[in-house]
Structure formats: structure tokens, C-alpha cells
């Protein structure tokens, strides 16, 4: 079983940054992949970043590529993901995910088999 916290969401001015954090319980944290996803008011949840087992591999939506670094911490069970340039569009409420059967990372929300509760991120322009 794997908890995720999400926590670090909040307000921020376009072109600002904000550094999410998700701590996972769990003995075996650094062997599973973990992901970010977000979900807008009345859209579909969506992929926006994930990490393999050990931090070296990692993959991206285009529409954050660039401005968002997603990261681990495998000693702390922590993944974080930093978001620069933030825009409007990029207002959602974040969730993280856990996929305990690999430690690829994967872009498919049908992957993940363990999730946070969210935390809100809220741009203003």
C-alpha cells in the first residue's frame, strides 16, 4: 500500500513559479515510477510529468516541457515538481501517482495504481 501528500500548490501571479511537493509512504518508494497529473475545472485529468525509479529518466507533456522539472528524492521519498513560467492555462488542481508495477516512467493514467489528493494551483493573469 502507498500514500501519497501532495503539498506547495497555492496562488501565484503568471510568470511566477511554485514547487510541488508529493511524500510517498512505502518501503520500496525508490523502485516505482511516479507521475504528475492535473485536472482543470470540466477537463479530463491530464499527464504532465514523471520520473523513473532512480531520477534518470524523465518525461514531459509539450505544453510544460521546458518550464516545469520534475525530480525525486528517493532517500526522502519525495517527488517534487518545478513549475516556472507558470500561465493561466496552467491553473488546475495537481495530483501525483505512484506506479508500483515498473520504474519506467509512463505518460498513461491507467499506469498508476496509487494517487494523491491533490493539491490547487491557481495563476492569475
Known amino acids: 500500500q502507498v500514500q501519497l501528500v501532495e503539498s506547495g500548490g497555492g496562488l501565484v501571479q503568471a510568470g511566477g513559479s511554485l514547487r510541488l511537493s508529493c511524500a510517498a509512504s512505502g518501503r520500496t518508494f525508490g523502485s516505482y515510477a511516479m507521475g504528475w497529473f492535473r485536472q482543470a475545472p470540466g477537463k479530463e485529468r491530464e499527464f504532465v510529468a514523471a520520473i523513473g525509479w532512480s531520477g534518470g529518466s524523465t518525461i514531459y507533456a509539450d505544453s510544460v516541457k521546458g518550464r516545469f522539472t520534475i525530480s525525486r528524492d528517493n532517500a526522502k521519498r519525495t517527488v517534487y515538481l518545478q513549475m516556472n513560467s507558470l500561465k493561466p492555462e496552467d491553473t488546475a488542481v495537481y495530483f501525483c501517482?505512484?506506479?508500483?508495477?515498473?520504474?519506467?516512467?509512463?505518460?498513461?493514467?491507467?499506469?498508476?495504481?496509487?494517487w494523491g489528493q491533490g493539491t490547487q494551483v491557481t495563476v492569475s493573469s
Open positions: 501517482a505512484a506506479d508500483d508495477d515498473s520504474g519506467i516512467p509512463k505518460k498513461l493514467r491507467l499506469f498508476y495504481d496509487y
